[in-house]
């Protein structure tokens, strides 16, 4: 498996509250992702990173921010969290460019808005 | 945006059995990718096929492309338990900045 830690693995948050995600990778690869995986949705992309302080947004961005300060770390947060957010959020990297390798997954963070 | 559309939603065979996955797709592509997803895990990859390509083999799967109908399937040989999973198919190209997945097709193997 691709050296990829998601942390925290489940959370329960309230509703507005700020939630951060994190994303480590060990395998030096430039390019990550965070994806949120819903059932009747299947993966849809929120943010990606092509490199260290370059972020870009994706399909579903909207109520997301993202940061990347080292190359082995991905940080996803939900300024203020919704019912909607309550998701299952994986984390990805790839080592070319972004449809052009495969992408190597993490195990998922559950998340709950309640 | 949904771009590649699996079918059928769910499949269920019996162990040593052959299970075809099918996924279609509307607009030209680069390449186009498998995964496997466990429950309760992460997607992954199984095989990437590029769109000059029209068959690829790795073990018990096989993976055809048709780009004149903008389809793919996978064939998985022999079935065991072990397979089963989620498989969804993945596409990039064209106007697509990003890798686009379907929503899957869910596998059952009895043994």
């Known amino acids: 498996d691709a050296g990829i830690t998601q942390s925290p693995r489940h959370k329960v948050t309230e509703t507005g509250t700020p939630v951060t995600l994190r994303c480590h990778q060990t395998e030096n690869h430039r390019y990550m992702y965070w994806y949120r995986q819903d059932p009747g949705h299947g993966l849809r992309l929120i943010h990606y990173?092509?490199?260290?302080?370059?972020?870009d947004k994706g399909e579903v961005s909207d109520g997301y921010s993202v940061s990347r300060s080292k190359t082995e770390d991905f940080l996803l947060t939900l300024e203020s969290a919704t019912s909607s957010q309550t998701s299952v959020y994986f984390c990805a990297i790839s080592e070319t460019y972004r449809g052009g390798s495969p992408l190597h997954f993490g195990n998922g963070t559950r998340l709950t808005v309640t | 945006s949904q771009q590649g559309e699996e079918d059928p939603q769910a499949l269920s065979i019996q162990e040593g059995e052959n299970a075809t996955m099918n996924c279609s797709y509307k607009?030209?592509?680069?390449?186009l990718q498998w995964y496997r997803q466990n429950s309760g895990r992460g997607l992954v990859h199984l095989i990437l096929i590029r769109s000059n390509e029209r068959e690829k083999h790795s073990g018990r799967l096989r993976v055809t492309l048709d780009t004149s109908k903008k389809s793919s399937s996978l064939l998985i040989t022999a079935s065991r338990a072990a397979d089963t999973a989620s498989y969804f198919c993945a596409t990039f190209g064209g106007s697509q900045g990003n890798l686009i997945f379907g929503k899957g097709t869910k596998l059952s193997v009895k043994p």
């Open positions: 990173s092509y490199g260290v302080k370059d972020t």
């Open positions: 607009t030209s592509i680069n390449n």
